[in-house]
């Protein structure tokens, strides 16, 4: 047993994936591809809402807030797994990895309150047309989102406080980021009371928030289903399928990894499933909310035209 102080100067050791021979350079580059990718493409949308009058739509504005947070939250641990590919078992002090854990769970938190907010919106605009403007005012806009960071950075406090305080006695985490289940695992003290207590928080936050996004769609379509025409219903569920998409991938992940005790899965399952909300869902959030959607192409043709037309004006 691999012993450490008790006290904030310790440190811990990344274990990351196994990877050997040709499969490591493989791996390195892959995901140093798919992190790239996955900056560009937020950005592009976070820059396109902003520079385009075609995209000033709450839905839209609610997008490039979910852009931003994917940046950042993708590199809250992206960077650790790249150095685990590169160099193998990597060390990380315990405050920049009790401040990750912090810093990944606040992120969570926040886009699990986001894709309520961004269900609100869909619901608004399509079961209260009329009204949907000034009911989502650009200040509401901008108070929904606020509230969604207070929330989210604010509900991380209590499962990342608890792991903090803990006594370690193992160094090594299983796992390429520092996460809840990995670090509990190193514990020298039985942590099944703080598995319950993360399990709650996280638990009734994203349960109750889940719910929340159900009865939305229940009253969407409900609504959708009085519409007087199939096209009319079909443009109303394509305004709703790439949220819906986005809402499966990232609780189904979520869920699976962190209501239910820790020690339920091998030690493994936990990385493998968190690539899937960690790195992959941000990945693929550009591409299904935004790249294939004609507004947004339409508006990132604008932009590059009026990028021609000031590259062509005389200097």
Partial sequence: MDHVNHNWTQSFILAGFTT?????????????????????????????VQL????????YFFISVLS???????????PTLLHTLLHGCSPISSAVCFIQLYVFHS?????????????????????????YHALMSRQVQLRLAGATWVAGFSAALVPATLTATLPFCLKEVAHYFCDLAPLMR?????????????????????????????????GILNAVLKLPSAASRAKAFSTCSSHMTMV???????????????????????????????LVTPFLNPIIYSLRNKE?????????????????EPQ
Avoid at 26 to 47: D, M
Avoid at 301 to 306: L, S
């Fill in 20 to 48: 050997t021979g040709t499969l490591q350079p493989l791996a390195f580059l892959g995901t140093l591809c798919i992190y790239l990718l996955t900056l560009a493409g937020n950005i592009l949308i976070i820059v396109l």
């Fill in 186 to 218: 190193l514990a020298c003290v039985d942590t099944s009371w703080h598995a319950r207590a993360h399990g709650a928080v996280i638990g009734v936050a994203t349960g109750c928030n889940f719910v929340l996004i159900l009865g939305l769609y229940g």
């Fill in 296 to 312: 947004v192409k339409e508006a990132l043709r604008r932009v590059i035209d009026r990028i021609r037309i000031i590259l062509r």
């Fill in 248 to 278: 499966a991938l990232f609780y189904a992940s979520a869920f699976t990894v962190y209501v239910g005790s820790p020690g339920s899965r091998s030690e493994g399952t936990d990385k493998l499933i968190a690539l899937v909300y960690a």
């Fill in 68 to 78: 931003f947070l994917e940046v950042w939250y993708v590199s809250t641990t992206v």
């Fill in 107 to 131: 992120l969570g938190m926040t886009e699990c309150y986001l894709l309520g907010v961004m269900a609100l919106d869909r619901y608004l605009a399509i079961c209260f047309p009329l009204h």
């Fill in 52 to 59: 385009d009058s075609g995209l000033f739509t709450p839905m």
